[in-house]
């Protein structure tokens, strides 16, 4: 069996490949303001709207676990997680070293606490004939 290849779901979200993924963000040189998804412009509402005010940065691959829940049905289409048949699975709000809240799948659904340290990871989401589609997620450490 040929490994398939693996693709991120979306370019420019997170560094890839990687053997120390880091999520993409933005942020705006006159104001600091960090944004994930990165932007073109910056998104505090009382701040120029320059693009060349924005850089790209990596955020910290840490974060903090700000609240979580577990995905018990499966989530209707065109959303996907595998391996099927459906598992539930954990999904947490991770408070990043810069001041984010980023929403992503966590690895295990065991032993969560409000507060635990986080490591940034990849895993995937779903395959298709020829490729496995790769998003990140968040690994208790
Ligand atoms: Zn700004």
Not at 55 to 60: A, T
Not at 84 to 101: C, K, S
């Amino acid at each position: 069996m040929t490994a398939k290849k693996q693709v991120p779901i979306i370019e420019g979200l997170f560094t890839w490949p990687s053997d120390k993924p880091q999520l993409i963000a933005s942020r705006c040189k006159k104001c600091g303001t960090v944004t994930f998804p990165k932007a073109a412009f910056c998104a505090n509402p009382s701040c120029e709207k320059v693009r060349e005010n924005v850089e790209q940065i990596k955020l910290s691959n840490k974060g903090k676990l700000w609240t979580w829940t577990v995905q018990q049905y499966a989530p209707p289409a065109p959303f996907r997680k595998e391996p099927l048949p459906f598992q539930p699975y954990a999904i947490g709000m991770v408070d990043t070293e810069e001041g984010l809240r980023v929403l992503g799948i966590l690895t295990s659904n065991d032993n969560l606490k409000i507060g635990m340290t986080l490591e940034m990871t990849t895993g995937k989401l779903y395959e298709d004939a020829e490729k496995e589609y790769i998003t990140w997620m968040w690994k208790p450490v």
